[in-house]
């Protein structure tokens, strides 16, 4: 997760959300769009999306959080508009986390997780606890269609039960989205842990396989030796994204 490091009151009205697709990486972001407002009492809030025809990898998801000390987590799952309710299990949970502050403040999780292009999808974010009659924590939301692919969902009842929508378009989360085709392939992160980092897990790994041919890391496919060892530190630290 990491914080923008910004604590936002306005913002100017555009005609729609900021869309683009370039370098193989789409970007939709209504973030602009955002006049200071923020969602109160619902336990559960959530954006509905669209996987983008290509591009369909949800690389990050960025959405402003706020209001009274507590916790919330986040999560993506597929999702049924006509239902109005969430398909099966998450796709990407969190754990229970901190609210960063009393404002809002937006937040980015990396979530890396393929999605089947067309197919419609929805943000949770879950509050702990949240306070009925008008005060509780919540997200940062606009009123107006400037999102095409979905609207905000909310509810009190559990997360797989059918929600309540936006009439149906009448507000929408200030939130960015960037899809990708994939992270770049990695085979340096060769340990048990395959947890997207170059490390010492890996080099164990690497060095528990020596001579063996076929393993994961044998990275040149010669059999695990100097060569896989030179090119491990050599991309030693986060996997390239």
Same mark, same amino acid.
């Given at each position: 997760m990491y914080i923008?490091?910004?604590?936002?009151?306005?913002?100017?009205?555009?005609?729609? &959300?900021? &869309?683009? @697709?370039?370098?193989?990486?789409?970007?939709?972001?209504?973030?602009?769009?955002? @006049?200071? &407002?923020?969602?109160?009492?619902?336990?559960?809030?959530?954006q509905e999306f669209a996987a983008p025809a290509v591009d369909n990898v949800l690389h990050t998801f960025e959405f402003g959080v706020g209001g009274q000390a507590g916790t919330y987590s986040f999560s993506i799952y597929p999702w049924d508009a006509v239902g109005a309710q969430v398909v099966g299990g998450a796709?990407?949970?969190? @754990?229970?986390?901190?609210?960063?502050?009393?404002?809002?403040?937006?937040?980015?999780?990396?979530?890396?997780?393929?999605?089947?292009?067309? @197919?419609?999808?929805?943000?949770?974010?879950s509050f702990d606890g949240n306070v009925d009659g008008g005060v509780g924590r919540g997200v940062a939301f606009m009123s107006g269609d400037f999102y095409p692919g979905g609207t905000a969902v909310f509810t009190e009842l559990p997360v797989d039960e059918p929600w309540q929508s936006g009439s149906p378009t009448s507000f929408e989360l200030a939130f960015r989205a960037v899809f990708n085709g994939g992270a770049p392939p990695c085979p340096w992160d060769c340990g048990d842990a395959g947890d997207g980092n170059v490390g010492i897990v890996d080099f164990l790994a690497l060095l528990g396989e020596w001579g063996q041919v076929g393993t994961p890391c044998d990275i040149d496919n010669g059999g695990v030796g100097i060569n896989d060892f030179l090119a491990l530190l050599a991309n030693w630290g986060r996997c390239p994204r």
């Amino acid at each position: 997760m990491y914080i923008r490091g910004r604590f936002l009151s306005g913002g100017v009205v555009l005609a729609g &959300a900021v &869309a683009c @697709s370039t370098d193989g990486t789409t970007i939709v972001d209504t973030i602009g769009n955002w @006049s200071g &407002a923020r969602t109160a009492v619902w336990d559960h809030v959530g954006q509905e999306f669209a996987a983008p025809a290509v591009d369909n990898v949800l690389h990050t998801f960025e959405f402003g959080v706020g209001g009274q000390a507590g916790t919330y987590s986040f999560s993506i799952y597929p999702w049924d508009a006509v239902g109005a309710q969430v398909v099966g299990g998450a796709l990407f949970a969190t @754990s229970t986390l901190a609210i960063p502050d009393a404002s809002v403040v937006f937040v980015t999780f990396d979530v890396d997780v393929p999605l089947t292009p067309g @197919s419609l999808y929805v943000a949770v974010i879950s509050f702990d606890g949240n306070v009925d009659g008008g005060v509780g924590r919540g997200v940062a939301f606009m009123s107006g269609d400037f999102y095409p692919g979905g609207t905000a969902v909310f509810t009190e009842l559990p997360v797989d039960e059918p929600w309540q929508s936006g009439s149906p378009t009448s507000f929408e989360l200030a939130f960015r989205a960037v899809f990708n085709g994939g992270a770049p392939p990695c085979p340096w992160d060769c340990g048990d842990a395959g947890d997207g980092n170059v490390g010492i897990v890996d080099f164990l790994a690497l060095l528990g396989e020596w001579g063996q041919v076929g393993t994961p890391c044998d990275i040149d496919n010669g059999g695990v030796g100097i060569n896989d060892f030179l090119a491990l530190l050599a991309n030693w630290g986060r996997c390239p994204r």
